[in-house]
């Protein structure tokens, strides 16, 4: 499994999300993800959407997943402290 493919897996799973995923090896991956739907949730929530998102394939083509889940405004501030005027 690439990283486009898991990208693509994810955006299904959440219409309207920003995701950027990478991988080294196809089997092993880091997910950033934006969404909407992630306000008000606490982390675990959001990480059972992505994984909801990528079914079974969790385990089997993709072996671990590290998940950076973000609302909007949670990732304006995150961005704003990085880089600061």
Same mark, same amino acid.
């Given at each position: 499994m690439t990283?486009?493919?898991v990208t693509r897996l994810i955006e299904t799973?959440?219409?309207g999300a920003r995701v950027r995923v990478v991988t080294d090896d196809d089997t092993h991956f880091t997910a950033v993800i934006v969404s909407?739907?992630?306000?008000?949730?606490?982390? /675990?929530?959001r990480h059972q959407q992505v994984y909801g998102a990528l079914? $079974?394939?969790m385990g089997r083509e993709i072996h671990a997943l590290s /998940?950076?889940?973000?609302t909007p405004g949670e990732?304006?501030?995150? $961005?704003a402290t990085r880089n600061p005027r």
């Amino acid at each position: 499994m690439t990283a486009d493919e898991v990208t693509r897996l994810i955006e299904t799973g959440l219409p309207g999300a920003r995701v950027r995923v990478v991988t080294d090896d196809d089997t092993h991956f880091t997910a950033v993800i934006v969404s909407e739907r992630f306000e008000g949730q606490r982390s /675990i929530k959001r990480h059972q959407q992505v994984y909801g998102a990528l079914g $079974a394939r969790m385990g089997r083509e993709i072996h671990a997943l590290s /998940i950076e889940a973000y609302t909007p405004g949670e990732w304006s501030d995150l $961005a704003a402290t990085r880089n600061p005027r």
